[in-house]
């Protein structure tokens, strides 16, 4: 009898590398591995029973009366099984030889699968099974089925979490009387339940997550959160910062030479940091304001409180091409008043890497403006009293975190992050409980708003004229080039075959283009080139897509815009509609677009309120998607979800407020208890 061979040679990979890979570690972790769904191996049926009701779901016992291997139409083992009440065939088109010899004529099984009528009569195609002993006893719960990874079997699952099960402290981390008030299931009996529910459980309410023991799982995970955000907030503030009191000569001469007035809320949110910065503890602050709002004058007037006082200050921007404009604009307004601003990014020549280091390092430098390369091994600061992250969802947590610890002073710096996707309530009280939110809600006067077209692809010609017109009025266009995520080089094609068209469509037009392939100094050349006015129209990638401020650019084109998400269209569409021109954005489509495609179109037609889109993005998306795997804390919520159990986000904050505040022992007891059964050493993640 042929067998199949395995194809290539296996690495073996333990057991515990494998369940390591699924974050399953501890005892713990294990028994809290819960299922995703169930079988119910509870009851057998006869075969002809189970032939009545074709199409579910069935579980029959019988004898293997007869094992094929047939060809075809294709290679494939047959197994036909028999009881009293009648007979079926068992069809794997995937089988090794082992199943073979273990499905041997006069074995007993019981097999589980869909009942399906053929041609050759009732069969199961791929059922699970398991051989067994003439009356062997039926499950009396259901059998769970979890997550898992490659190579990892259910039965090994199973059994490492039943071996887990036995040896872990099942005592309620919860006072009986909080358990009461709360109206929580127990720990242990939920847990149990969870992975082996009773025959009679309601199933829809385990599947929907809303039966006693998920929500006292949920409340659990919730509560662990929000100790740990609120431990890490007090944390903070019994850490020493330097208190930057002085808003002095620098600040005020900066304010007085601005071209503009700070609108209300810009002074208002300025006031905010402002008080901050004077405390002796660091700030932990996200300042929100959609995209053109003027957060960027805000944080370099915070800058100057720091350096008012006396300290360093230093702004991070997630790509070149925003540092370099922060740098360009802040250096023009701060160096007039005396201020040494220092660049760095990854691109310099060493030699002036080195350089910019010996003016962070012997803090010459007050201001330092760059990319990740401040994070940078060989960058120290002299007396660095302030963090500025720009755009901070682009950056990870840990990046965040190494900025911050670049101080050489025993105090920890302020921090002021800064973005223009707003965080929505549920997920700023469970991921960012430490920060204290600021938000420009006016946008500068003068600001016309933006009118936004979807068209279709085909009509690029009237486009291309329309691009036309505006450049001969004196108005510059960006033209977005197509996202295409699965290649970069055909991205760049793309780019390059879209400038020449135009460059070929725009006769007596200057046509620049950008993308991220080009060399720093190239790109800076043609952004320089745009910003001067001398190029009309600018082809792009995303990488203009934060930040990039070209006042005068009143006219946006995006190729393929049905291929973008909708913060990254609001974020594009920004670009546009800074100055006082009325301004145009208009999304190219191709054809037909599917569903969420045309949500996505039609809310960026609708508004232009970045709260709103964010809103929408969040219903179309969820949160998970929303924040990116970076943001979410690596995936700390595993159970509760933020958008059905907000109510219990809000109860999980009052029970965690009430358990650290006028601690008791008890209290720090069931703290202590609950944290190191919830997060492990995962605590260090929230203190961000
Ligand atoms: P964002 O909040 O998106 O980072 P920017 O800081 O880049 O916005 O500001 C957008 C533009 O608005 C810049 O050209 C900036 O100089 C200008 N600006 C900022 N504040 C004001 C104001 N109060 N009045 C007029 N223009 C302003
Ligand atoms: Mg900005």
Excluded at 66 to 77: M, S, V, Y
Excluded at 195 to 223: C, G, I, N, T
Excluded at 405 to 413: C, F, L, T
Excluded at 532 to 554: C, F, K, R, Y
Aim: some cysteine; glycine content about 8%; aromatic content about 6%.
């Amino acid at each position: 009898m042929p067998v199949p061979k395995p194809k290539a040679v296996k690495k073996v990979v333990s057991p515990e590398a494998k369940l390591a890979k699924l974050g399953l570690r501890t005892d713990m972790d294990l028994v809290l591995h819960l299922p995703m769904r169930y079988e119910d191996e509870t009851q057998v049926v006869s075969i002809q029973e189970a032939c009545l009701h074709g199409g579910e779901s069935s579980q029959v016992e019988g004898l293997v009366v007869k094992n094929e291997i047939t060809f075809k139409p294709r290679r494939q083992l047959l197994v036909h099984i028999a009881d009293e009440t009648g007979d079926l065939q068992l069809r794997f088109m995937n089988f090794y030889g082992s199943q073979v010899k273990q499905l041997a004529e006069g074995t007993r099984v019981r097999a589980r699968g869909e009942l399906k009528h053929g041609f050759f009569g009732a069969e199961m195609v791929h059922p699970t099974y398991k051989v067994v002993n003439e009356g062997a006893p039926l499950p009396t719960s259901l059998t769970p089925v979890y997550p898992s990874g490659e190579g990892l079997s259910q039965p090994i699952l199973r059994r490492a979490i039943n071996d887990a099960m036995k040896r872990i402290d099942w005592t309620d981390t919860l006072p009986a009387e909080l358990r009461a008030e709360m109206s929580l299931s127990d720990f242990e009996p939920s847990v149990k339940l969870l992975h082996y529910p009773p025959q009679q459980v309601d199933e829809h309410a385990l599947a929907d997550r809303s039966h006693p023991a998920w929500v006292r799982m949920k409340f659990d995970e919730l509560l662990a959160q929000q100790l740990s955000l609120k431990r890490a907030q007090r944390a903070r503030r019994s850490k020493g910062a330097a208190a930057l009191k002085s808003v002095g000569a620098l600040s005020q001469a900066f304010q007085a030479a601005l071209p503009f007035q700070l609108t209300g809320a810009q002074q208002r949110v300025l006031d905010e940091i402002r008080a901050d910065l004077r405390h002796p503890y660091p700030m932990q602050r996200l300042l929100q304001g959609d995209v053109g709002s003027g957060k960027t004058v805000v944080s370099a007037l915070a800058a100057a409180q720091a350096i008012d006082s006396g300290f360093q200050a230093a702004l991070m921007a997630p790509t070149e091409i925003l540092a370099d404009q922060h740098f360009r604009k802040i250096a023009a307004w701060m160096e007039p008043l005396g201020v040494k601003v220092a660049w760095l990014t990854g691109s310099l020549k060493k030699k002036d890497k080195l350089a910019a280091y010996a003016l962070i390092e012997s803090g010459e430098a007050q201001l330092v403006i760059g990319t990740h390369a401040l994070i940078q091994e060989g960058v120290q600061f002299a007396k660095l009293g302030l963090v500025i992250v720009d755009e901070q969802h682009r950056f990870g947590v840990g990046q965040r975190l190494t900025l911050r610890n670049k101080g050489n002073v025993d105090a920890v710096p302020h921090q002021l992050m800064m973005s223009a996707t707003p965080i929505p309530r549920t997920l700023a009280m469970t991921y960012y409980a430490d920060l204290e939110v600021s938000v420009i809600d006016e946008l500068p006067p003068g600001r016309s708003p933006i009118v936004t077209r979807a068209i279709d692809q085909n009509r690029r010609d009237e486009v291309i004229e329309r691009v036309y017109a505006a450049a001969q009025e004196g108005r510059q266009v960006y033209w977005v080039c197509p996202l295409i995520e699965e290649s970069e080089a055909l991205q760049l094609q793309t780019a390059t075959d879209t400038h020449a068209m135009l460059a070929d469509s725009l006769p007596g037009l200057v046509v620049g283009l950008v993308h991220g392939r080009m060399k720093t100094a190239e790109k800076q050349e043609v952004m320089d080139a745009f910003t001067a006015g001398q190029v009309h129209v600018l082809v792009a990638t995303t990488v203009i897509e934060v930040g990039v401020d070209v006042p005068n650019a009143s006219l946006m084109v995006i190729e393929h815009a049905e291929r973008f998400g909708l913060s990254q269209l609001h974020q594009l569409r920004g670009r546009v509609g800074r100055g006082s021109a009325a301004s145009v954005c208009l999304l190219l489509y191709q054809g037909p677009l599917g569903g969420v495609a045309r949500q996505r179109l039609m809310t960026m037609r609708e508004t232009t309120d970045g709260f709103e889109i964010a809103r929408r993005d969040l219903e179309i998306r969820g949160p998970g998607e929303f924040l990116g795997a970076r943001q979410s804390g690596q995936a700390m919520l595993r159970f509760a979800d933020l958008e059905t159990d907000g109510w219990l986000v809000d109860q999980a904050r009052d029970v965690a407020q009430d358990l650290l505040h006028a601690s008791t022992p008890d209290k720090a007891a069931t703290v202590e208890a609950h944290l190191a059964r919830w997060l492990g050493g995962k605590e260090e993640f929230l203190k961000v």
